[in-house]
């Protein structure tokens, strides 16, 4: 939001070992903020990623820079534990519609949505604030009537945004495209080449279209998350469950949003766990050269617990796996994207249980794809209601007749 200037706040970043650390600093003091300093701590010791985090105290670094140029009281009152008042809310609704206004006072749809997304971040600070102040103190019964107050305030604050967002995905032709793609490389017969990493990536492909999964997810899968014959099924698993060691991605490592779960194979012709055993037999390894013998070598065990790896053992990066993105796209002229496999996954299963005829079966099928997702929020689903709705319309497909019934329209 550049038209009134920079933040009064600012965030400075360092790195601890393999993490990176974020303070909140003002820039005519030079000094740090406290309370920005907790909120950073708590945010670090929930094992969110460095960038989730950063973005949460940009948000903070707005509302203490709005205080700081109104009257100081908002951050005296959150130290507290007290909440903001509503007028204080709308005060910084207006100073943020402000600087991000162009100079005719225009707000575009865009900048809207920023303008909400800061609030909305203020306000899960303000709730960390009353929360943190008010179990310290003891306060335990007055926490559950505050916070329900302050989320309507928050709430009524922000703007509607005429936007709504959907699951775009890949049509049938497309993912058959891609499938022969991605299969034909894995399974070349060329013997000089070495196929380590078209096969890794066809694994990939068919666990980000079979299950729907994240590409972060997939990163972070771990040798111990794979089927076995007591458990036939994947895990996975967020990163704050586990007892492993650091990554060695460090503050690139990958950090799964979603849910902890367990998932089965869903497909009656899957091609898992078959590609699973095959990758790991056959692929994941990499080529030493023996100090003694001179002789090469394979090397399959790795001080790390990560299934996809590069050539030379090292974790797989969320950089690699995003320039086979865009070799993918070049080569086909599609454009790939390795969450589009995942939408291609749930808007599928979001049409299938759209379909079912009990009300009660819907929403059972509806709850499933929740705890499949991951997803902690029904509003998870709103994308894919979206992206159904829209598909429904653009095939003029509509429920008030028999599906394959159109209707006439007998004066034309």
């Known amino acids: 939001m550049p038209k009134s200037g920079v933040l009064r706040f600012q965030i400075s970043t360092r790195v601890e070992g393999h993490r990176q650390r974020h303070l909140l600093i003002d820039r005519r003091t030079h000094s740090s903020s406290l309370l920005g300093g907790i909120y950073e701590s708590h945010l670090a010791s929930c094992s969110h990623a460095p960038s989730t985090i950063k973005k949460a105290l940009e948000h903070v670094a707005a509302l203490l820079s709005w205080d700081q140029e109104a009257d100081g009281l908002a951050t005296a009152q959150l130290m507290k534990g ?106 070349s017969h060329n013997r000089d080449a070495d196929n380590r990493a078209n096969f890794r990536n066809y694994v990939m492909w068919r666990m980000s279209i079979e299950y729907g999964l994240r590409i972060s997810e997939m990163l972070a899968f771990r040798m111990v998350d794979l089927p076995t014959r007591e458990a036939k099924y994947i895990k996975i698993v967020r990163v704050e469950e586990r007892d492993d060691a650091p990554d060695p991605r460090g503050q690139y490592s990958p950090r799964p949003k979603t849910l902890s779960r367990d998932l089965g194979t869903y497909f009656a012709n899957s091609s898992f766990p078959d590609l699973f055993s095959k990758y790991v037999a056959e692929y994941r390894f990499t080529k030493a050269v023996s100090a003694k013998t001179g002789r090469e070598r394979r090397r399959i065990n790795f001080s790390h617990p990560y299934l996809f790896i590069s050539n030379t053992g090292s974790p797989l990066a969320r950089s690699s796996a995003q320039r086979v993105a865009k070799v993918v796209s070049c080569d086909l002229g599609i454009e790939f994207k390795w969450h589009r496999a995942r939408h291609s996954f749930f808007n599928r299963i979001y049409a299938a249980a759209d379909r079912l005829a009990n009300s009660s079966d819907r929403e059972r099928a509806r709850q499933q794809m929740k705890y499949w997702g991951g997803w902690s929020s029904d509003e998870s689903l709103l994308i894919y209601t979206h992206t159904a709705r829209r598909n429904s319309a653009r095939a003029a497909a509509f429920d008030f007749s028999q599906p394959s019934e159109k209707p006439f329209w007998g004066i034309l």
């Open 82 to 187: 007290q909440p903001l008042s509503e007028p204080q809310i709308r005060s910084f609704k207006r100073w943020l519609t402000q600087r991000a206004a162009d100079n005719s006072g225009h707000l575009t749809s865009q900048k809207t949505e920023t303008v909400n997304a800061i609030m909305r971040g203020a306000a899960q600070f303000e709730d960390w604030c009353a929360r943190y102040a008010l179990v310290r103190h003891g306060h335990h019964s007055r926490l559950v009537d505050v916070r329900a107050v302050q989320k309507e305030f928050w709430k009524d604050a922000q703007s509607n945004v005429p936007y709504r967002e959907f699951a775009e995905d890949y049509t049938e032709e497309e993912i058959l495209e891609i499938e022969q793609y991605f299969r034909s490389l894995a399974f």
